[in-house]
């Protein structure tokens, strides 16, 4: 016997997933007939036995270990999804070569990402060029990161007890990321490992101050049409189609989100996970 899972038109997902600037969102799939919203996924089918399993098997919390690879200092940061509970640690340091792990609580949502070049002026105000939470702090307490960002954004124990989980360069990217699920079943690694910034055309290029490319933008950031953020017309899987623009990243990146629709090859999903993130693999 099997469960058939269907997914929500974009326009019925979480707020916390939809792009900032598209307002559509990656979908994760909920039940036929089901109330509940939700995001980032693709259609599937599992089985009841292995349903049933998982609703005994009770809920449990997952570890993100955080690992920079980065020749750089960055700081990481984290946005729980609307109605979860935050991360103990909304951002933070880390060294090159350093790592720190952090619990998330059972049934967890949320994104990940990492800011770079960052600095604390003189009247102790902390900011970042790329992935900027607006707070003034290194904690983000609550605050989205300013695109260009690589996004790492998960739902654990989600429908049928899935994790789902994502790489996501929608809205940008600003540094590359690797995914890899540990003591999991069922259970596969996402990435986007390529300097895309290398990579970027000229009219979407985030510079420092030194004059090096920190981040590359989204079509849709950097020209701001319906064709390239998927809305009015052009607001569905069958008229928004991947551009010029996305394909650079596809093709250096093909397990990330690309653009808005791209869901196909790039939601991924686990059983019973620990994740290792590590930035510039």
């Known amino acids: 016997t099997s469960l058939i899972i269907a997914i929500h038109a974009h326009n019925n997902c979480w707020h916390r997933y939809k792009s900032p600037l598209t307002s559509t969102c990656h979908l994760i799939p909920t039940p036929l007939n089901s109330s509940q919203p939700s995001s980032m996924a693709q259609p599937r089918l599992v089985s009841l036995a292995f349903f049933v399993a998982i609703l005994i098997s009770g809920a449990r919390s997952a570890t993100f270990s955080f690992k920079n690879n980065c020749t750089f200092t960055i700081w990481p940061a984290s946005l729980a999804n609307a109605g979860k509970v935050a991360l103990s640690r909304t951002g933070f340091r880390l060294d090159s070569g350093a ?61 049928g007890g899935m994790d789902f989980y994502d790489v996501s360069c929608v809205d940008g990217f600003n540094l590359p990321v690797l995914v890899v699920p540990s003591g999991g079943s069922s259970c596969n690694s996402t990435s986007c ?31 701001d ?29 093909p397990k990330a989100y690309s653009y808005a629709y791209d869901d196909r090859t790039s939601t991924f999903t686990c059983v019973g996970a620990n994740y290792g993130i590590t930035f510039c693999p």
């Open 193 to 223: 490992p390529v300097n895309v910034n290398a990579l970027c055309p000229q009219k979407l290029r985030i510079t420092a101050p030194d004059g090096g490319v920190v981040g590359c933008k989204s079509a849709c950031l950097a020209f």
């Open 225 to 253: 049409t319906d064709e390239y953020c998927c809305r009015g017309h052009y607001g569905s899987p069958d008229t928004c189609k991947p551009s010029y623009y996305s394909q650079i990243v596809k093709n250096a990146c």
């Open 99 to 159: 790592s720190l792990s952090l619990d998330a609580p059972p049934a967890w949502g949320g994104r990940l990402w990492a800011r770079q070049t960052c600095s604390t002026d003189s009247a102790g105000k902390f900011s970042c060029v790329t992935g900027d939470c607006g707070t003034g702090q290194v904690a983000c307490n609550g605050a989205g990161g300013a695109p260009p960002t690589t996004l790492v954004e998960f739902t654990l124990q989600g429908y």
